[in-house]
């Protein structure tokens, strides 16, 4: 579980996060929606420790970031899994490379457990053919499989996910958000989303975070975004002609 | 103003290198690919121009010998006095920032436009240490290839010089050995030294803090050329006055 309590960033004079206070829970997807420019990265930067921010808390599972020791916060580090809009996947390595890497790096393992444990990750993610492939060998939808191996080889206890649909056709999209899901449930991983697929937080937003100006405008499930009368949450979600329909179709339905 | 505070960043960077080292295991085989990369992957054009350059220099030299005054050995001497003292390790290090200096910038510029180093971090890895270390390392074999350069800076020199009916051999190797110091060469290899360094860290240096995109990737790698060989100049001034001076 994340805490997350009035938390304020801001760059030079743009005060980019203006307090705000929630709480992810584990064994579900969160998600965090919000126009580009409303502060989701850098609300996911300062999740992943990636910045400070000036002045509020965040508690992974109680245990406050910032009074955190250097070696604690490397410690932490490890627990945490990302997979990053572009993937991120290091050019100069395979598929299993990519995925051998954290293991290489953070334990003692020996190469025949380090093996097992990718074959294993990678059998979770269906890459069962790609293991000697380099990144720019294969498909988009194929990245963000062996990014997704990559963030769980360590068994993290917390797993972000910045834009992970980005790029990918819609039926590999759902493929991936599906994946995420399942994993999220089977490991019991407290995993943060940040998303502007729709398609997404319809699927798996267990819980949503809608952010607005550097602040939270809206929270709720993805049955609540439906319902509320939220006219940021409503303009944002429901931008598209086909939203509007599907939304008043449901409402139509409910009553 | 901003160059004050590019100064402090990089010597910032300098220190972040050598803190939280990664495992020697992986350090290792990072380190064997820089030298394949930096070292191996660099004498081949070290060798052609070197060889030509020296070439030049005997030419040049004996064609601008018109008095009957001046010993022929001079050819040889010039050669040599050339080639060791600045052409392999100042001319070359300035063709090695053009060469190398833009391969490791667009490299971990292209890793920082692509998240991948934001990945390492994340993951707890030291980048700095991760991505520098090994190529400082790596060039620390750099004297390697400037000795290459000079031996086959000279051997071109005695081929144009002989061959080019500009000078016989024995008095090209008369002047080679003419009034040699054996401290020029040292000086040589000390020069080189601190210009490895400076192509190491400074290409780095433009690399991990660029910001933009594929464009931006290019800009940083001619802005580090410019800056390493601005610096190898001055750094020579500055080196030659303190060791020869």
């Given at each position: 579980?994340?805490?997350?309590?009035?938390?304020?960033?801001?760059?030079?004079?743009?005060?980019?996060?203006?307090?705000?206070?929630?709480?992810?829970?584990?064994?579900?997807?969160?998600?965090?929606?919000?126009?580009?420019?409303?502060?989701?990265?850098?609300?996911?930067?300062?999740?992943?420790?990636?910045?400070?921010?000036?002045?509020?808390?965040?508690?992974?599972?109680?245990?406050?970031?910032?009074?955190?020791?250097?070696?604690?916060?490397?410690?932490?580090?490890?627990?945490?899994?990302?997979?990053?809009?572009?993937?991120?996947?290091?050019?100069?390595?395979?598929?299993?490379?990519?995925?051998?890497?954290?293991?290489?790096?953070?334990?003692?393992?020996?190469?025949?457990?380090?093996?097992?444990?990718?074959?294993?990750?990678?059998?979770?993610?269906?890459?069962?053919?790609?293991?000697?492939?380099?990144?720019?060998?294969?498909?988009?939808?194929?990245?963000?499989?062996?990014?997704?191996?990559?963030?769980?080889?360590?068994?993290?206890?917390?797993?972000?996910?910045?834009?992970?649909?980005?790029?990918?056709?819609?039926?590999?999209?759902?493929?991936?958000?599906?994946?995420?899901?399942?994993?999220?449930?089977?490991?019991?991983?407290?995993?943060?989303?940040?998303?502007?697929?729709?398609?997404?937080?319809?699927?798996?937003?267990?819980?949503?975070?809608?952010?607005?100006?550097?602040?939270?405008?809206?929270?709720?499930?993805?049955?609540?975004?439906?319902?509320?009368?939220?006219?940021?949450?409503?303009?944002?979600?429901?931008?598209?002609?086909?939203?509007?329909?599907?939304?008043?179709?449901?409402?139509?339905?409910?009553? | 103003?901003?160059?004050?505070?590019?100064?402090?960043?990089?010597?910032?960077?300098?220190?972040?290198?050598?803190?939280?080292?990664?495992?020697?295991?992986?350090?290792?085989?990072?380190?064997?690919?820089?030298?394949?990369e930096?070292?191996?992957?660099?004498?081949?054009?070290?060798?052609?121009?070197?060889?030509?350059?020296?070439?030049?220099?005997?030419?040049?030299?004996?064609?601008?010998?018109?008095?009957?005054?001046?010993?022929?050995?001079?050819?040889?001497?010039?050669?040599?006095?050339?080639?060791?003292?600045?052409?392999?390790?100042?001319?070359?290090?300035?063709?090695?920032?053009?060469k190398v200096g833009s391969y490791i910038t667009s490299s971990?510029?292209?890793?920082?436009?692509?998240?991948?180093?934001?990945?390492?971090?994340?993951?707890?890895?030291?980048?700095?240490?991760?991505?520098?270390?090994?190529?400082?390392?790596?060039?620390?074999?750099?004297?390697?290839?400037?000795?290459?350069?000079?031996?086959?800076?000279?051997?071109?020199?005695?081929?144009?010089?002989?061959?080019?009916?500009?000078?016989?051999?024995?008095?090209?190797?008369?002047?080679?050995?003419?009034?040699?110091?054996?401290?020029?060469?040292?000086?040589?290899?000390?020069?080189?030294?601190?210009?490895?360094?400076?192509?190491?860290?400074?290409?780095?240096?433009?690399?991990?803090?660029?910001?933009?995109?594929?464009?931006?990737?290019?800009?940083?790698?001619?802005?580090?050329?410019?800056?390493?060989?601005?610096?190898?100049?001055?750094?020579?001034?500055?080196?030659?006055?303190?060791?020869?001076?």
């Open positions: 579980m994340i805490e997350v309590d009035n938390i304020h960033k801001s760059f030079g004079n743009a005060h980019i996060l203006k307090g705000i206070s929630t709480t992810f829970n584990k064994g579900q997807t969160n998600l965090i929606i919000g126009q580009s420019g409303s502060g989701k990265t850098v609300f996911l930067k300062c999740l992943l420790g990636l910045h400070e921010p000036e002045q509020g808390t965040i508690s992974y599972d109680g245990k406050a970031y910032g009074k955190l020791t250097g070696d604690e916060r490397r410690n932490l580090r490890q627990e945490m899994g990302m997979v990053f809009q572009g993937s991120a996947l290091f050019d100069s390595m395979t598929v299993e490379g990519n995925v051998r890497f954290p293991l290489e790096m953070f334990t003692k393992q020996s190469k025949s457990e380090m093996q097992d444990r990718v074959d294993f990750v990678l059998k979770r993610v269906n890459l069962v053919d790609a293991h000697h492939k380099f990144p720019s060998e294969i498909s988009g939808g194929m990245q963000k499989r062996v990014a997704i191996a990559r963030a769980i080889v360590m068994n993290p206890k917390y797993l972000f996910c910045d834009e992970p649909n980005s790029g990918l056709d819609p039926k590999t999209a759902i493929v991936i958000d599906n994946l995420i899901q399942e994993i999220t449930e089977e490991y019991d991983i407290t995993t943060i989303i940040n998303t502007h697929d729709m398609n997404s937080v319809m699927e798996i937003g267990k819980k949503i975070i809608f952010l607005k100006d550097g602040l939270k405008a809206w929270e709720g499930t993805n049955k609540d975004i439906f319902k509320t009368e939220n006219e940021a949450v409503t303009n944002f979600v429901y931008s598209s002609d086909l939203f509007k329909k599907v939304r008043q179709m449901y409402l139509e339905e409910r009553n | 103003m901003n160059y004050v505070a590019s100064i402090g960043s990089y010597a910032i960077m300098i220190k972040e290198v050598f803190k939280k080292p990664t495992k020697w295991r992986i350090m290792r085989s990072l380190i064997l690919k820089e030298i394949d930096l070292i191996f992957g660099s004498l081949g054009i070290l060798i052609f121009i070197s060889f030509f350059i020296g070439g030049v220099v005997a030419i040049q030299t004996a064609l601008n010998i018109t008095s009957e005054l001046i010993p022929k050995n001079l050819v040889g001497f010039a050669t040599r006095q050339s080639i060791i003292l600045e052409f392999a390790p100042t001319f070359c290090s300035i063709i090695m920032a053009g971990i510029g292209t890793m920082r436009v692509t998240e991948q180093i934001d990945a390492l971090e994340v993951m707890g890895v030291n980048a700095l240490n991760y991505l520098v270390f090994p190529k400082i390392v790596a060039l620390l074999m750099y004297p390697f290839i400037i000795a290459v350069s000079m031996f086959v800076g000279i051997l071109g020199g005695w081929m144009a010089a002989t061959f080019g009916g500009h000078s016989t051999s024995a008095d090209f190797a008369e002047g080679l050995t003419l009034d040699f110091m054996p401290f020029h060469v040292t000086y040589a290899f000390i020069k080189t030294l601190v210009f490895a360094f400076v192509l190491a860290t400074i290409p780095s240096f433009h690399g991990f803090y660029m910001k933009g995109g594929a464009l931006d990737v290019g800009k940083a790698s001619t802005t580090s050329f410019v800056w390493t060989s601005i610096v190898i100049v001055i750094l020579n001034g500055i080196l030659t006055q303190l060791l020869l001076g």
